[in-house]
Structure formats: C-alpha cells, structure tokens
C-alpha cells in the first residue's frame, strides 16, 4: 500500500512541477526608443563643467569646476538634424561663448545609429568629435554632451568638459 | 605647378616650427615615473662636443633641493651622468626622480639641470624649472586649475591666503590677476592682461581666462607658456592702500588632443 501510495506521489509531483513551465506572454516593454531621433532639434547650453580628470583619479579636492558662469556658455546653440533615421547636417551659434565645437556647420554622423555613443562633426577637411552623456528621452529632457582632452604625447586622459543642453 | 609649391610650403612649414627644448618623454610625470630627457646643445657653450655629461638638482628655488645622486664633483663627472648621444648635438638621458635625488614624492617639487662637459671646462645655461606630478595633494598659495591645461581651455588661477607666508600675500585683498603670455621662442605675446578676481571661499580668491582667447602669437609661432601673479592692497602706516603684487607663479602648456 505504502509503495503504491509512493508510485502515485512521483507523477503527481511531476505535474505539478511541469505545470509550472507552461510559457507566459511576455510582457509589453513599450515601443522602443529612438535615441537619434532623440537628439534631432536645436539645442541650448545651459550649463558647463570641467573636469581634471587626473585629480579626480587621484581622489584630490578641485577635481571639478562648474564654468557655467565664468564665461557666456549659454549663449551657445547647436543644432542637428535627423532625417529618414540618419543624422544630416549640424551648426553651432555661439554667440560671445567660448568654442563648444570647432566647427560652425557640415554633416554629421554616428558611431552607432541605433545606439549612438561618439557624434562626428566633419566640415570639408575639418572634423571634431563630441561624446554623447546622455539621451534626451524618457524623463530626462536633457542633452548631455562630453569633450576629453588627452595628452598629446601619453594618449592620458587630463580633461573633460560636459555640456547640458535643453531642447528650443 | 601652384598645387606642388603649396604641398612644399606644407611640409617646411612643419620644419619650421621650433620643436621645444629640452623635452620630456612621457611629458608629464611623477617622482617615481621613469623619464626621458631629449635635449639640443646646438647655440649652447656645449655646440659640438661628443661627450656630455648631466648636472642635475631638484627644488630649484625652493627649500629642500639637493644634487643628483650621478653628478660626481664638478671638475671630475660621475661617468653615471654621461648622456647617449642621439645625433649631432643632441643627446637623451633617462631617470626616475625618487632614485636620482634620494628624496621622497612628497619632497619633490621641480628640477633642474645642465650639460657640461667632465672636466667642467664647458657648460650650458641652467634648464629649469621642471615639474613632477604630485602623487599626493599638496595645497599652496597659488594654483592653476585644471593643474595641466592647453591653450584653449578655460584656465582658473587660485590664491588661497591661508598658505601665504611673505607679509604682503598675508595681508593683501586681492582684486586682480595679471597673465603674462609667451610663445615658444620665449618672447613675450602682446601685454600683459589682468582681470578681475572673485571671493571664492573665506580665504580663496579665484579668477579665469582662456589662454588663446585673449592672446594671438605672432604668425608661425605658438603660445607655449604663461606667467601669472595676484595683486591686491594693503594698508601703509598712514593707513592708505598700497598696491602690491605676488610673486609670479608660471605654467607650460600641455599639447592635448
């Protein structure tokens, strides 16, 4: 009796077990994001920070200086645009700021279209490259874009400067 | 024809500008880091001669400075300190700054040195001062920020008052920065300019400039360097303001890419 009631009990558990393992829908995650489309629009600097990034590394005080007010960065408009899924042209305002990019207008492209990381600006032989901090989607309205200065000679990085825009 | 003389113009344009002397590989380091020293004698009392020999000290100017472990005696140099010749009038020498001086990173500030020849018949000028990276923060009176920066970054001069130690620094409220400018041939770039300083903590005055912004060298040279020093007011014995001025603090640009 007791070898048959342990006959019955494996099955048993058997299904309750596979029961478990019958697929699930899977959830919605909601529509996917376009990060370049994210970045298309004119731009407004509105704040500015500099990093030394070697005291930073080393734990030092006065790693970082918000330069926002030093000079008049917010004067500073950049401008990109995005058409059929593919940055195009790109300009640069600055006003009476200090140089955010080298170059005023030319093309524009991405390291990654669907996860843009490095942008290239490129006006005739002239190029500069400006490193994405992060996408203006989701809750955060916010461009942040970042330029690093290395050491010509040692290829170490010294500096960074970080620049928020929001969106005219 | 037009298109080859631009490509010639290109490429001596390059030979033109003047390489700086000496150099250092790599061009930023710390005490404890190995360095390469890359120097031209041509134009020095040392033009022509096959065996130089190193004369090296540190702190120049400052307290706690002391000779090379590889000198030697002036008249009979330590064969220890003989450079590699690297072409005609021009030699390397590598070293490490803890083991050249015997002294620690935290005593170790700058150095200085010159080529001459073994028997000391024969010199160049002094080259100094040199910078180590500190290891450690070390705060003082006057400091740059970022502490390595390139002509187009935005350079913030710093007085913090709790290290001064001349009277005047100790007693001054200061008002203005003055920058001095140099290109690499050592002159001078337009005049001097000052700004005006702000309070930035109970005893930290601040100040910004941005190097190739306010200073245009002259046609085929490059900013290389700059001077700057705090000036302010003090009171005389009858009570009344007098200007006066820090000593001048400088710093050599740091090519970035």
Sequence with gaps: MKSIFKI??????????LAGCKPESI?????????????????????????????????????????????????????????????????????????????????????????????YLKSGLAADTVSLGGYPVGASATLQLKKEKKDASTGKLLISYSYEFTKQ | ??????????????????????????????????????IDVTGTGMAGVTDAYLWIFSNPGLSGGADGVTNGSWTNSNEAAKLTPNGPNKFTYKFTGTTMFGQT?????????????KDGSAQ????KPYFFDPLIFVPSMTRVFPSKVDKDDVVSVNF?????????????TPTTFTVTMYDDMGNTVGSAISWP??????????????????????????????????????LDVNGLPVTVSTADTEVTFTSML
């Design chain 2, 1 to 38: 024809m037009k298109q080859l003389l631009y490509l010639l113009l290109f490429i001596f344009s390059g030979f033109a500008v003047k390489a700086q002397n000496p150099s250092f590989s790599p061009s930023s380091f710390t005490a404890e880091d190995e360095v390469t020293i890359y």
């Design chain 1, 27 to 119: 959830r919605d995650l909601g529509i996917q994001r376009d990060y370049l489309e994210s970045l298309n629009g004119t731009w407004k600097l509105t704040k500015a920070t500099q990093v030394d990034e070697d005291a930073a590394k080393k734990g030092f005080p006065f790693s970082q200086l918000d330069i926002t007010g030093l000079f008049p960065y917010t004067d500073f408009v950049f401008k990109l645009d995005v058409s059929a899924g593919a940055p195009t042209t790109f300009s640069s305002t600055p006003g009476a700021s200090p140089k955010i990019v080298k170059l005023v207008s030319g093309t524009w492209t991405v390291d990654n279209l669907q996860y843009p990381k490095n942008i």
């Design chain 2, 160 to 172: 913090d008052q709790a290290y001064a130690v001349v009277p005047n620094d100790q007693r001054m």
């Design chain 2, 124 to 127: 160049t000028a002094d080259y």
């Design chain 1, 8 to 17: 019955a009990t494996i099955p048993l558990f058997a299904i309750i077990v």
């Design chain 2, 197 to 234: 300083l702000s309070k930035t903590n109970a005893t930290i005055w601040s100040g910004s400039f941005i190097p190739d912004a306010s200073f245009t060298p002259a046609a085929g040279r490059k900013l290389m360097k700059f001077k700057y020093k705090f000036n302010g007011t003090v």
């Design chain 2, 105 to 117: 990173p935290a005593q170790l500030k700058s150095f200085g040195f010159l080529l001459k020849k």
